[in-house]
C-alpha cells in the first residue's frame, strides 16, 4: 500500500502528467456540455425521445463505422500529433456546428459525425500516450486517474448544462465548447507527451489488419482478455443507467420530470464519488477473482432493489450505489487492461478498445432498452444480474487459464 501511495504522489508531481490530465477534464466538460444542450434541441424540434438520443449514439456509432481509419492513425502517428490534431480540428467544427444548427440541419449532422470521429481519436491516443510516457508500475495508477478526470469532466458538463441550458442558447454553448477545446488543445501541447511513432518490423499495419492483431493480442494473453472483458462488462451498466435515469422516477416511482432532475442530482454525485474512489483507492481487487465477483454481481442486486423500493429516498440512495460501485469497476479495469497490454501493441489494443466499448454501448442500450419496455426496471436488472454471472464465470475461468501466469 504505500509502495503504491507513493507511485501516485509521484504522477502528481509530473508537470507533463497533471497537464494531461487537466486537458482530459476540460475536454470532457466542453464535450458533455455541448450534448446534452444539442440532445435538448433535437427533443425540442421533434419531441422524440429516439431523436435526442440518438446525439448520444453518434459518439458510439461513428468510431464503429469508421474503426479502420481509427486504428489506422492510431499506428501511424504519434499519440501527440493524434491528440492535438483532433483537438485543433475540432474546434472549427463545433463553431461550424453552432451556426449550422438553426439553419442547416443536414450540415449539421455531418459536423457532428467529425466531432464525434476527432473525439474518438483524442480517447484513443490518451492510452497510448501514458502506457508510453509512464514508468510500468505507475501505469495503471495513470491510467484510473485519466479516465477518472474524464469522468469528472462528464460531472462538470452536466452541472454547467444544469445552470447554462435555458439561459444561453444553442450557438452560444457551443462556443463554450469550442472555447474549451482552444483550451484542451494548449494544455496537451504542453504536457510534452510521445512524439514518435512506435517502429514495426513489417511495417504500419492497416487498419484492419491492425484491429485483427489486436484481437489476436488480447486473445492469447488470459489476463489480458479478462481485463478487456470486464471493462466490457462494466461498460453495460453505463448503457443501462442511461435508460434507468428516466424510467426509475418516472415509470417506477411516479415522481414526474422533478424525479427525473433529483435522481440527475444523485447520479451526478454518485458519477464523481465513483471516478474518484476508482482513482485514488489502489485498484489490485480488480486482479483479484473473488473481489471482481462483488464489483460485477452488487451493482445489478442494487439495480433490482432500486426498482422495488416503493421510497424515492431508499430508491434513489440504492440507485446512487449502483452507479458508484459501476463506475469504480469500470475505472479499475480499465487500468488492469493498459497497464496488462505489452507496449508495443498498445496502439492496436487502444484502437480495439476505442471500437468495441462503443458497441457494447449501443447494443447494450438497444438491448436493455427494449428489456425495460417489456419488463420493466427490474425485468431490466435481472437481465443486467444474469449477464454479470456470465462475465463472472467467464473471467474465473481466463484466471485459471494464467495459471501459473504472473498476475498483474
Not at 79 to 88: G, S, Y
Not at 313 to 342: D, I, K, Q
Request: aromatic share 6%; hydrophobic share 55%; net charge positive.
Amino acid at each position: 500500500m504505500p509502495e503504491d501511495t507513493g507511485r501516485g504522489a509521484a504522477l502528481w508531481r509530473s508537470r507533463p502528467f497533471l497537464l494531461l490530465w487537466s486537458a482530459v477534464v476540460v475536454s470532457s466538460t466542453g464535450t458533455v456540455l455541448a450534448v446534452l444542450a444539442l440532445s435538448l434541441t433535437m427533443y425540442g424540434r421533434t419531441h422524440s425521445n429516439l431523436a435526442a438520443g440518438l446525439v448520444t449514439a453518434t459518439q458510439w456509432v461513428v468510431p464503429l463505422l469508421l474503426a479502420p481509419t481509427l486504428a489506422t492513425l492510431s499506428i501511424r502517428h504519434p499519440p501527440r500529433t493524434l491528440i492535438v490534431a483532433a483537438e485543433c480540428a475540432s474546434i472549427p467544427v463545433v463553431v461550424a456546428l453552432g451556426l449550422l444548427v438553426p439553419a442547416q440541419p443536414a450540415a449539421a449532422a455531418a459536423m457532428l459525425v467529425v466531432r464525434s470521429f476527432l473525439d474518438a481519436v483524442s480517447k484513443t491516443a490518451a492510452p497510448i500516450a501514458v502506457r508510453r510516457g509512464i514508468a510500468d508500475s505507475s501505469v495503471a495508477r495513470a491510467v484510473a486517474a485519466i479516465e477518472a478526470a474524464r469522468l469528472y469532466g462528464a460531472v462538470l458538463g452536466a452541472l454547467a448544462g444544469s445552470v447554462l441550458l435555458g439561459r444561453l442558447s444553442l450557438t452560444e454553448i457551443l462556443m463554450c465548447n469550442a472555447a474549451c477545446l482552444v483550451v484542451s488543445a494548449a494544455l496537451y501541447a504542453a504536457a510534452a507527451l510521445p512524439a514518435t511513432v512506435a517502429p514495426r518490423p513489417a511495417g504500419p499495419d492497416r487498419g484492419f489488419t491492425a484491429l485483427r492483431r489486436g484481437v489476436t493480442i488480447v486473445a492469447r494473453d488470459p489476463l489480458l482478455w479478462r481485463a478487456f472483458l470486464l471493462v466490457a462488462g462494466t461498460t453495460v451498466p453505463q448503457a443501462l443507467h442511461n435508460v434507468g435515469r428516466t424510467a426509475l422516477p418516472v415509470e417506477n416511482l411516479g415522481l414526474g420530470a422533478a424525479g427525473v432532475g433529483l435522481l440527475a442530482v444523485v447520479t451526478t454525485v454518485a458519477l464523481g464519488a465513483g471516478a474518484f474512489l476508482g482513482s485514488v483507492a489502489p485498484s489490485g481487487a480488480a486482479r483479484a477473482p473473488d473481489a471482481t465477483w462483488g464489483l460485477l454481481l452488487i451493482p445489478p442486486v442494487l439495480l433490482c432493489l432500486a426498482s422495488v423500493l416503493p421510497d424515492a429516498t431508499a430508491s434513489f440512495a440504492a440507485y446512487g450505489l449502483y452507479v458508484v460501485l459501476f463506475e469504480v469497476g469500470y475505472v479499475w479495469f480499465t487500468a488492469t487492461a493498459v497497464a496488462r497490454c505489452p507496449e508495443e501493441s498498445i496502439e492496436e489494443v487502444a484502437a480495439l478498445r476505442t471500437t468495441v466499448l462503443p458497441g457494447v454501448l449501443f447494443v447494450s442500450l438497444c438491448g436493455f432498452g427494449l428489456l425495460v419496455d417489456l419488463a420493466g426496471m427490474l425485468g431490466g436488472g435481472i437481465g443486467y444480474l444474469l449477464l454479470a454471472i456470465v462475465i463472472g464465470m467467464s473471467q474465473s475461468r481466463l484466471h485459471r487459464r494464467a495459471q501459473p501466469q504472473e498476475v498483474i
